[in-house]
């Protein structure tokens, strides 16, 4: 059976998940593994996902000690597994994206493929995005065709929402090609306040947010960015969703406590999720959660009161961890690539056609 293993490190930038899978005609879980990201990687990363000074030598720089600490994981799963190089067929590298915009015809993820075949001796398969751009696409999500391949096999209509950094929808319905799009932020903002305000990488289990009480003048003040009134087929990143973005919208604000903001944010995350997908599936009959979200309960809950009578449950009711179906879906992208098979959808990014995605780097 071919193996392949997918490295994803998504915008939150806590760390890189590695999945082994097993692809033939159905794609299975092997093993996975998971690598925190280094606090100075993490703040380099983070500095080029904006302008700054000398940013071709730093990106170059940072992509290097990406790679390694990629390869350093890799090594880590084939040792703990018995496995060698040449018993994994591919390795699908999303890399880290610093720079994501389809309007202006480009988006920018480093990872430094070369290196990682060298420093592995596996093939890589990466660039997931830019063919889906340049043929005129958003270049993301591109995870919606994996959901249908992992979870579409059920009749009825449902829905797969991965809430990382941002969140996005896969819309599964029988009879009709998947869709999906970006709907906003999901931890990002999250993640950018409590860090701010306390120190912390995250908010587990939303705690924090649910200490807190919703202020509507702020909710509706952040609700009124023109990405939300958009239809899909959209995209969205750092680029637009940030911390100066919400300190822009606090500034001519009442001051509010710091838990009331992170309590309006999560409501923030909630209510697009929930608005994009009684907008664009109503009668959707089960919402599968994964990402990190699928492990803050406050968000949950909130979804599952919203979205009622629909089911809200993570993957992991479907038998699939919800932390790991992300960089699975990349090594099953790499797959596609090897096997000439297209894995965009131009009802989710708007591309032109087809398109196989990626590009290859040969052991």
């Not at 597994?81 to 994501?100: E, F, Y």
């Not at 060298?118 to 696409?137: C, K, W």
């Not at 968000?299 to 932390?323: E, F, K, W």
Request: proline fraction near 6%.
């Amino acid at each position: 059976m071919p193996l392949y293993i997918g490295v994803m490190s998504g915008t939150s930038l806590d760390g890189l998940d590695i999945a082994l899978i097993e692809q033939d005609t159905a794609i299975r879980l092997i093993a996975t593994h998971y690598t925190p990201m280094p606090d100075a990687l993490r703040t380099e990363l983070l500095g080029l996902c904006a302008s700054g000074p000398d940013e071709i030598a730093r990106s170059a720089i940072a992509q290097q000690n990406w790679v390694t600490l990629a390869a350093q994981g890799i090594h880590t799963l084939l040792d703990q597994h018995n496995l060698k190089p040449q018993d994994i067929r591919a390795i699908g590298s999303h890399g880290q994206t610093i720079r994501h915009e389809p309007a202006r015809g480009f988006t920018v993820q480093i990872g430094n493929p070369a290196l990682l075949t060298e420093l592995t001796g596996i093939s890589v398969v990466s660039d997931f995005r830019s063919r889906d751009v340049a043929a005129g696409g958003q270049g993301a999500p591109l995870v919606p065709a994996f959901h249908e391949a992992l979870f579409g096999e059920s009749t009825g209509n449902r829905a797969v929402l991965n809430v990382g950094g941002f969140s996005n929808l896969s819309l599964i319905e029988t009879g009709k090609p998947v869709s999906g799009f970006d709907c906003g932020p999901g931890n990002v903002l999250l993640d950018a306040w409590i860090h701010l305000q306390r120190g912390e990488h995250f908010d587990r289990d939303g705690q924090w947010a649910a200490s807190g009480r919703v202020e509507p003048q702020l909710l509706n003040t952040l609700l009124s960015d023109s990405f939300f009134s958009t239809k899909g087929p959209k995209s969205t990143g750092r680029e637009v969703f940030n911390l100066a973005w919400l300190q822009q919208h606090l500034a001519p604000m009442p001051t509010y406590r710091p838990q009331d903001i992170q309590a309006t944010l999560l409501e923030l995350t909630a209510l697009t999720i929930v608005e994009s997908l009684q907008t664009a599936q109503p009668q959707t009959e089960t919402l599968l959660v994964c990402g990190g979200g699928a492990h803050n309960g406050a968000l949950m809950s909130r979804l599952a009161s919203l979205l009622a009578p629909t089911q809200v449950s993570s993957t992991a009711t479907h038998g699939v961890d919800p932390d790991w179906v992300e960089a699975m879906a990349f090594a099953w992208l790499a797959h596609c690539c090897l096997e000439g098979i297209a894995a965009n959808r131009p009802s989710v990014t708007g591309a032109r056609g087809l398109r196989v995605l990626g590009a290859i780097y040969p052991a």
